[in-house]
């Protein structure tokens, strides 16, 4: 059974860096062919991939959030990290971990974690 756990500030002002930790267990990040996505839900919006890295380590983002939009992982400790600099008042959303089976399927989600960017 895999599970992630995504962990972070909470609360950033705008023109920071937001930076999101998600904790994957049950499952190896390497493992042939999985990708590893953040995704978010802004209030009253539906849900937006922001991008993804696969087994391989490549990475994609969304072509909108590219500019400002970071995703890393440590295979040791089997922890993924989203960065996102310049942050904005419409940048506040739940965001989630999840692991893609191919097609954008997401089989295994986060809970969530909620952040606000307010001054």
């Known amino acids: 059974q895999v599970q992630l756990r995504e962990s972070g500030p909470g609360l950033v002002k705008p023109s920071q860096t937001l930076s999101l930790t998600c904790i994957v267990s049950?499952?190896?990040?390497?493992?042939?062919?999985?990708?590893w996505s953040w995704i978010r839900q802004s209030p009253g919006k539906g849900l937006e991939w922001m991008g993804d890295i696969a087994y391989s380590g490549s990475t994609y983002y969304r072509p909108s959030l590219k500019s400002r939009t970071s995703i890393s992982r440590d295979n040791a400790k089997n922890m993924l990290y989203l960065q996102m600099s310049s942050l904005k008042a419409e940048d506040t959303a739940v965001y989630y971990c999840?692991?893609?089976?191919?097609?954008?399927?997401?089989?295994?989600w986060g809970k969530g974690t909620l952040v606000t960017v307010s001054s």
């Open positions: 999840a692991r893609d089976v191919g097609l954008a399927t997401m089989d295994y």
């Open positions: 049950g499952g190896s990040l390497t493992t042939a062919y999985y990708y």
